[in-house]
């Protein structure tokens, strides 16, 4: 089994920075890594992925230039460095991870087994 558990949201004025961490347990190896967000009343959006190794990065079209995906396989850990935030970045943040490499469908949420409980991020205008 994996556990995800996400941290380093919160209140930030637009422009400004935060960054997300998804601590992985269990067996982690091999694993791709994704963001997801869900605002309010809104389906979860895909936000970035990440490959085991690292050299496989994407990003949605809405956050690219802004945040950047890293991960940090000794720690078994994820991040999401997120500049230049928007009041339409308030959601709640999840980790979610997969076994094996950066498949086609990617940014669909039915394709990653192992969540996280989500991470509040709120941006003011």
């Known amino acids: 089994q994996v556990q995800l558990v996400e941290s380093g949201g919160g209140l930030v004025q637009a422009g400004g920075s935060l960054r997300l961490s998804c601590a992985a347990s269990g067996r982690t190896f091999s694993m791709t890594m994704v963001w997801f967000r869900q605002a309010p009343g809104k389906e979860r959006e895909f936000v970035a992925a990440?490959?085991?190794?690292?050299?496989?990065?994407y990003y949605t079209d809405s956050v690219k230039g802004r945040f950047t995906i890293s991960r940090d396989n000794a720690k078994n850990t994820v991040y999401l460095q997120m500049n230049s935030l928007k009041p339409e970045d308030t959601a709640v943040y999840y980790c979610?991870?997969?076994?094996?490499?950066?498949?086609?469908?990617?940014?669909?949420?039915?394709?990653?087994?192992?969540w996280g409980q989500g991470t509040q991020v709120t941006v003011s205008s």
């Open positions: 990440i490959s085991w190794s690292g050299d496989n990065l």
């Open positions: 979610a991870a997969s076994r094996g490499g950066i498949n086609i469908d990617y940014d669909l949420p039915h394709r990653y087994p192992y």
